[in-house]
């Protein structure tokens, strides 16, 4: 994403003013204004509430897209989005690249007492105001946060004007330490050491403001475990003084350099790290800083989880699959050569910075493994995710749509943050997330750990669908998970020992009381999880990807 053009975009809650402000400040810099709101009534011919009440959010929201295109065309107009329209990251990558983004912000109590004054409908807040707009600013509070500017909406309106005019727009064309955020949550942790809440910040040309600020917020003097590929690409390894995007002198002795990948993740380089950590003298309150993919993020939070029982531990994950997916939820791990991640812990981060811009040093293969996150995902709990994927995969592979490539990337994310927010200890819906590791464990095992992640549960996938499908699931699925797997260029098919997948489905980590779990997708956005499936079932599965690619 380049620098941000000379627009404004005011963002906020219902009740924060973008529309009054907003007005009073394209007046005095001689701008246009535009409200979305008002623009879609224009296209549709009725107010927006009653839009959004007669045919739907799904609608509305479309419609919402298109009057933003239309917004962004001047690019110097002040423009008001609705409060929704950037629950959706194209949206919001569009917004966020027309210029600069101020949040409007005042506590709910006066947005409520605004709200009851202005007597505009609002359908979202229908029934219980209080407790919607709650819920509203909980979910949206990750797109406001990842605002350029925060402005106190609580005094007149033109007092607001004149400090959105004072702080936002003098920063236009200035640089920027802390780049282009599109998304800054502060996640539950749901762990009794450490800080209640994590921050997860994914946004794409990120400044070096970013990591600094995530390692600063713990204090302590930090210890960098780096894939040595990624600090090479990403010019990281020996830049001075303040390796770049890490924004600090990094002193020979606080860095340590793997090579990533699957064998990485052993006993004896967890001893080495462990060792590592002792020998440089870090305390329990010094950071251990992962930089690289997912296995480099799975071995070193493992050894932050051990380190003096417990040190705090930060992402940042480079590969599409670390961003999609490894580097969320707190599960860290090494392999046994009987069991992938046969020895783990659950020690949630204490930050995640995920720049999608780092995405573009991988090669192909290793795109296509976060692609098949993404998919997952996509299966799991997020039909549009699929669409998107299906209409814009390809190019983001490429790497010739940008955008999708983000879009993809957090919406891939936020599946899983929602459903570990839900069950954090993996007691229920968060073994969904297994959808396709059942299989795909055992090729990888059953490879040496040659085969890499994304290709095997691509295949696990396929095995999962094709029994699925002879137990009710959608007689269409497996064809059109064939035909994304394919559009994506993945095999649907590889030769491998039968006997040998076996034994390693038979030390899977997911097995209960002697029984294999298996998640089976029913539909786009529908996932069971069963323990019955048949000896004939399973055959019928494993030959149905076995086979010359």
Not at 158 to 177: D, E, M, N, Y
Not at 180 to 193: K, S, V, Y
Not at 352 to 369: E, G, H, I, N, Y
Not at 508 to 533: N, S, T, Y
Request: glycine share 10%.
């Amino acid at each position: 994403m380049p620098e941000p053009g000379g627009g404004l975009v005011l963002v906020g809650l219902p009740g924060s003013g973008k529309t009054t402000v907003g007005r009073l400040v394209a007046e005095r810099l001689g701008r246009p204004f535009v409200d979305t709101d008002e623009l879609i009534a224009a296209h549709v011919g009725m107010p927006a509430a009653e839009y959004l009440r007669a045919h739907g959010e799904e609608s509305f929201r479309a419609a919402e897209r298109e009057t933003i295109r239309y917004a962004v065309a001047d690019p110097t107009a002040v423009i008001a989005p609705g409060a929704g329209a950037l629950s959706d990251p194209l949206v919001r990558w569009r917004l966020w690249e027309h210029g600069r983004i101020a949040w409007l912000q005042a506590p709910e109590e006066t947005l409520l007492a605004r709200l009851a004054k202005d007597g505009t409908p609002r359908p979202l807040l229908e029934g219980a105001p209080a407790e919607r707009l709650a819920e509203l600013a909980e979910r949206r509070a990750p797109f406001y946060r990842a605002a350029d500017a925060v402005i106190d909406a609580t005094p007149p309106p033109k007092r607001v004007a004149g400090a959105l005019i004072a702080s936002v727009v003098a920063a236009v064309g200035a640089p920027s330490s802390v780049g282009r955020r599109l998304f800054d949550a502060q996640e539950p942790r749901h762990h009794p050491i450490g800080p209640e809440r994590a921050r997860i910040v994914f946004g794409h040309g990120l400044g070096s403001g970013v990591v600094g600020d995530a390692i600063d917020a713990i204090g302590g003097t930090a210890r960098f475990v780096a894939d040595r590929r990624a600090a090479m690409a990403l010019d990281l390894m020996d830049r001075s003084p303040s390796n770049g995007a890490l924004a600090r002198p990094i002193e020979a002795d606080r860095r340590l350099f793997l090579s990533g990948g699957e064998r990485v993740k052993r006993l004896a380089t967890l001893g080495r790290v462990l060792e590592w950590l002792s020998a440089t003298g870090a305390e329990r309150g010094d950071p251990v800083v992962a930089l690289g993919g997912g296995t480099i993020l799975d071995l070193a939070g493992l050894a932050a989880a051990l380190h003096a029982r417990g040190a705090p531990f930060v992402a940042i994950p480079t590969t599409w699959l670390a961003q999609a997916d490894a580097a969320l939820g707190g599960k860290v791990a090494i392999d046994l050569p009987t069991a992938k991640n046969g020895v783990g812990a659950l020690w949630p981060p204490w930050a995640v910075v995920a720049d999608t811009a780092s995405l573009a040093t991988l090669p192909l293969p290793r795109r296509r493994d976060g692609m098949v996150e993404a998919l997952k995902a996509a299966l799991i709990g997020d039909p549009a995710l699929w669409e998107l994927i299906a209409s814009r995969g390809r190019a983001a592979l490429r790497g010739t749509d940008e955008p999708a490539r983000y879009a993809i990337t957090e919406r891939a994310a936020r599946v899983k943050l929602a459903i570990v927010r839900r069950d954090p200890f993996e007691q229920g819906e968060r073994r969904q997330l297994n959808l396709g590791h059942t299989l795909g464990h055992a090729l990888e095992v059953e490879s040496g750990y040659r085969l890499h992640h994304g290709a095997a549960v691509a295949l696990g996938l396929r095995a999962a669908a094709s029994i699925a499908a002879g137990r009710g699931g959608d007689p269409a699925l497996s064809g059109a998970l064939d035909e994304a797997l394919a559009a994506l260029g993945l095999s649907l098919r590889r030769r491998f020992d039968r006997d040998r997948v076996r034994i390693a489905l038979a030390t899977d980590k997911k097995r209960h009381a002697g029984r294999q779990r298996w998640l089976l997708p029913m539909a786009i956005g529908r996932v069971f999880e069963v323990d019955d499936i048949t000896e004939r079932q399973l055959e019928r599965a494993i030959e149905g990807v076995h086979g010359d690619e």
